[in-house]
């Protein structure tokens, strides 16, 4: 053999320590950018099934003529199959959290529910403001 030449037999030992090693080093590295994606993308279909939860619940917040249960039902089954129709699952469960949390903001920060009639407080007159006796 030559001075300063390779024989086959040290590229194939420095191939094969090198390509293992490498392996491990980059192996966790590589396997946390695939699970941070992953959960990148699953927030980012949460996000969308929120969305869609929020749309339909003020949709058939003003449907009188279904029962509540009915209404949830039925948001609960447009979010299933809004996010079918993008290639997205989502289970029962969790579409159904989605609606309840979009109703509870629609209701309480929103001002939602307005398709119910408010009962009011007749407030009684005071009959002689001008008698100051009982205050003191």
């Known amino acids: 053999m030559m001075k300063g030449t390779f024989d086959i037999a040290s590229v194939l030992t420095f ?3 090198i390509v293992p090693a490498i392996y491990k ?3 966790p590295l590589i396997t946390a950018k695939i699970e941070t994606q992953k959960s990148e993308n699953t927030r980012h279909d949460l996000e969308i099934a929120d ?3 929020a749309a ?3 949709e058939m917040a003003v449907m009188a003529n279904l029962s509540s249960a009915d209404r949830k ?3 609960v089954r ?3 199959n809004a996010m079918q129709d993008l290639g997205k699952t989502i289970s029962t469960e969790t579409a159904g959290a989605k609606v309840e949390a979009a109703y509870q903001n629609y209701k309480n920060n929103i001002g939602g529910d307005v398709h119910k009639v408010s009962k009011t407080i007749e407030a009684t007159a005071d009959p002689d403001p001008d008698d ?3 205050v003191n």
Do not use: G, K, M, N
């Open 56 to 58: 339909i619940v003020a």
């Open 132 to 134: 100051q006796s009982e």
């Open 73 to 75: 039902t039925e948001a």
């Open 25 to 27: 080093l980059l192996r």
């Open 15 to 17: 191939v094969l320590t």
């Open 78 to 80: 447009f979010v299933i």
């Open 51 to 53: 969305d869609y939860a």
